[in-house]
């Protein structure tokens, strides 16, 4: 497993950008996948979106497919969430989350590492 910790959310009206980032504890395998997930209030928690730690491949939820976009930084070990055109039905908690496999997966049971999120708010 590695530590992950989630930053750059906020409260911001609708439209708007945000760009979340996840600092990785250390430098990980070129097999991990990293996703970005969230969780509304009272919802269960979905999948945004991944990316494989390698070769940068991505995969979106249809909800954030042209709005959102995931990257990666090797050197940096960080990883980026550009939430573009948000809108209030994206307001959630995210997580970023951490699998040690090469393929992307969208159910949460299949990532083994999680950070404890950070807050997004969009109002209308």
């Known amino acids: 497993q590695v530590q992950l910790v989630e930053s750059g959310g906020g409260l911001v009206q609708a439209g708007d950008s945000l760009r979340l980032s996840c600092q990785v504890s250390r430098r990980t395998s070129s097999t991990y996948v990293m996703g970005w997930f969230r969780q509304a209030p009272g919802q269960e928690r979905e999948f945004v979106a991944a990316?494989?730690?390698?070769?940068?491949?991505?995969y979106y939820a249809d909800s954030v497919k042209g709005r959102f976009t995931i990257s990666r930084d090797l050197p940096k070990n960080t990883v980026w969430l550009q939430m573009n055109s948000l809108k209030p039905e994206d307001t959630a908690v995210y997580y970023c989350a951490a699998r040690p496999r090469g393929t992307i997966k969208l159910k949460q049971n299949e990532y083994n590492s999680w950070g404890q999120g950070t807050q997004v708010t969009v109002s209308s």
């Open positions: 990316v494989t730690w390698s070769g940068g491949s991505t």
